[in-house]
């Protein structure tokens, strides 16, 4: 399956970002490089090959989850320039009823 000029123009505006003509042809051959591999792992046998999810040994390396007291939301709403029913106003990051518009 190959992905075609449009397709990566499409996912660069719904992630916001901008390509040259240049870079452009560089990330069409790259993703159809990968979408390319994909498939090829796509068609291995894996009949009879056992479930594997986790290969790494299940030691945790994080802290333990302390729960402590935190500040009041009027507290912490003292700090921010715009609220709306309790809540942070942000700008909206949506136009015209669709994504990267």
């Known amino acids: 399956m190959a992905i075609s000029k449009e397709e990566v123009k499409r996912v660069a505006n719904l992630s916001k ?17 990968i979408i390319e591999m994909v498939e090829q792992l796509e068609g291995v ?26 500040e009041s939301r009027e507290e912490l709403l003292k700090n921010v320039p715009e609220t709306k029913d309790g809540f942070i106003k942000v700008p909206a990051i949506m136009d015209n009823g669709e994504a990267g518009a």
């Open 45 to 70: 046998n894996t009949e009879g090959v056992a479930f594997t999810s986790n290969v790494a040994s299940e030691i945790s390396v994080l802290r333990d989850d302390i729960v402590i007291p935190g």
């Open 17 to 33: 970002l901008q390509f040259s003509e240049n870079e452009l042809e560089v990330f069409t051959t790259q993703m159809g490089q």
